[in-house]
């Protein structure tokens, strides 16, 4: 058989096949591959990572921004603030009042006298004592600690022992304020003013501490999920 003469070509089917570009017996670059599985790498999901390395760095940072805005304490409003304080603050006066003309018989009650309305029938009824303790003088212990919570200062602290507290006051204080007018009605028989208006203004201060609790004011909020 006669030998291929240097540079004749191959002839079609001869079973010598040219090797592709770019390739060692059939086998991938080690460039290429090196490339190919950069891109995967690049173009995998969730991988937090940008294929230039730039804008998925910053991805950390913001989530931890919008998770320290989420856990901030809601403030409650102004007006609620200050409308607590002023009607803890009537109420603390009006108990004092009462507590004085309690203990002082020539201090006399500013308040008609009728067969329905008669403050002094009121304070004066074996009703006036809970526990040997008049009804006055626990009214005063009441607001004064009303009167220190719902201070703007105070409505700011989050401390959640102290939103406890003054949640409990006023629940507290509205269920007294029913027996005392259940009391009035069918026990003594006589309405007073003066104590009509601290019971307006216990529910006034029930209403809007209830709310402030529903609505979540001071306290801090769950964190967001991602």
């Not at 009006?94 to 500013?110: D, E, G, K, P, Q």
């Not at 003594?188 to 209830?210: E, K, M, Q, Y």
């Amino acid at each position: 058989m006669a030998a291929r003469k240097p540079g004749t070509a191959a002839r079609p089917g001869s079973g010598t096949q040219s090797r592709d570009k770019g390739t060692r017996g059939g086998r991938p670059e080690a460039g290429a591959a090196t490339g190919q599985r950069q891109g995967n790498r690049a173009a995998r999901p969730g991988s937090g990572r940008a294929a230039n390395g730039g804008p998925g760095r910053t991805a950390a940072p913001a989530r931890a921004a919008a998770v320290a805005v989420a856990v901030a304490p809601a403030a409650p409003p102004s007006w609620l603030q200050w409308s607590t304080w002023g009607l803890s603050l009537a109420g603390l006066g009006m108990s004092l009042y009462l507590t004085i003309a309690h203990f002082n018989t020539t201090v006399s009650l500013v308040c008609p006298a009728t067969s329905t309305i008669n403050c002094e029938k009121v304070t004066t009824s074996p009703q006036s004592y809970v526990f040997g303790i008049p009804v006055a003088v626990l009214g005063l212990a009441f607001y004064v600690f009303l009167a220190v919570v719902n201070s703007p200062w105070l409505w700011r602290v989050t401390w959640p022992p102290l939103r406890w507290a003054r949640l409990g006051s006023v629940v507290v204080g509205i269920l007294f304020v029913l027996y005392l007018i259940y009391a009035e009605l069918f026990k003594i028989g006589a309405i007073c003013l003066l104590c009509t208006s601290v019971h307006v203004i216990t529910f006034a201060l029930f209403a809007l501490i209830v709310f402030s609790a529903a609505a979540g004011y001071g306290t801090a909020k769950a964190p967001a999920r991602g």
